[in-house]
């Protein structure tokens, strides 16, 4: 994904002044909007789903017709196979930090996910007791501490907003204002079973994992099959394993949590404070996100049920939306379709929690 930058450009009268012109001029370069959307549907793998890229699709047309950012600036990243520049964690992270590096203060930044999410128990003497991510495509994840990594890293006064449609994606930002959280009083029913599910085991990623490496090795002979063999028994289904087939693969391009330094730079990393970062999540931590195929209930078109509702609940306001409001309307959507286990969650500083979703203010220049 990358990076986006919002134009604050105003249709002038012909009568406005000179200053006028200039004013606009230094306006259009202070407020920039940028974006980063992914949609990874897994296609011709065990993990397929089958509604991601259109997450991404709509995500972008709703941001650039209804929040005003600009096409030129949204990025956009798919696993299509015509596409020609993939979701890979390398691709994900390098547009993120360009976009971090680009930003300025008052800048709005938006980063949505569409695709698998992972979390599993690792084991001490890390610090973190729960270890969240997001999966690319290339299934080389991105940690909860990636995120905050670059987070950290933001201009003060500016904005960045994560939307994940993932299983287990409440606990993507280091966050310990919990806005609406799993204490919900909403209620539904099971989804109908033909619904697949965003999340993948850490089993099932062992063993994609170690099926990767040894192609790799028979067919490209880059890998030792010693360091095969060593990585594929440090141990299974856990993140030990997980980690030395990453590094195997990918060498150093994995996440911070597999690093040799590992402990020293997450003990060097300061806990984000509760105004930096605002994350709305498809569901709470130990939930699953729903994956849905096409069908009358959802246009005719497959979607995240999350997504999907975010989406319908903006077209249908008139006004703009706090995050508070965009994620207590998107659970209500999702209860309407017949998903009782599924809770969106929203973590952020009770500021932002009542600001308006992506800085939109209708009948203004960030207006649609």
Not at 21 to 44: D, F, H, W
Not at 227 to 233: G, K, L, P, R, S
């Amino acid at each position: 994904m990358c990076v986006y930058i919002y134009r604050c450009l105003v249709q002038r009268p012909k009568h406005k002044t000179r200053q006028a012109t200039q004013n606009r001029s230094k306006m259009s370069t202070e407020c920039k909007k940028r974006a980063i959307l992914v949609g990874c549907n897994y296609p011709n793998t065990i993990n397929m789903l089958s509604g991601c890229v259109n997450d991404a699709k709509a995500m972008r047309e709703m941001i650039v017709s209804r929040f005003g950012f600009d096409s030129e600036n949204v990025e956009l990243l798919t696993d299509e196979p015509e596409s020609t520049y993939k979701p890979t964690r390398a691709n994900i992270m390098a547009a993120l930090k360009k976009m971090v590096v680009a930003a300025k203060e008052g800048d709005v930044l938006l980063f949505h996910f569409s695709g698998h999410g992972l979390v599993r128990r690792v084991e001490p003497p890390q610090p973190s007791n729960e270890g969240e991510a997001i999966v690319p495509c290339d299934l080389n994840p991105i940690f909860d501490v990636d995120l905050g990594q670059l987070i950290q890293q933001l201009p003060s006064g500016s904005s960045f907003t994560i939307v994940s449609d993932s299983c287990h994606s409440g606990g993507l930002i280091d966050k310990s204002k919990e806005q609406i959280g799993p204490h919900s009083t909403l209620r539904g029913t099971a989804p109908p079973v033909d619904y697949k599910t965003r999340g993948i085991s850490f089993g099932t990623l062992l063993h994609c994992l170690e099926t990767a490496a040894n192609i790799l090795m028979a067919a490209q002979n880059l890998l030792a099959p010693r360091a095969v063999d060593n990585a594929i028994n440090t141990g299974t289904d856990n993140m030990r394993g997980i980690g030395s087939l990453l590094t195997t693969i990918f060498g150093n391009n994995v996440s911070l949590k597999f690093l040799p330094n590992y402990e020293r730079d997450i003990l060097n990393l300061r806990s984000l404070t509760e105004d930096e970062g605002i994350l709305l999540s498809g569901c709470q931590a130990n939930e699953l996100s729903i994956d849905m195929p096409a069908s009358n209930k959802n246009g005719g078109k497959a979607f995240g049920a999350f997504t999907y509702s975010v989406l319908k609940v903006i077209k249908e306001s008139n006004d703009a939306l706090t995050n508070r409001q965009l994620v207590v309307k998107a659970r209500k959507e999702i209860i309407k379709l017949g998903i009782g286990q599924q809770h969106p969650c929203l973590y952020c500083s009770d500021e932002n929690a009542d600001a308006a979703f992506l800085g939109h203010q209708p009948n203004t220049t960030m207006g649609a």
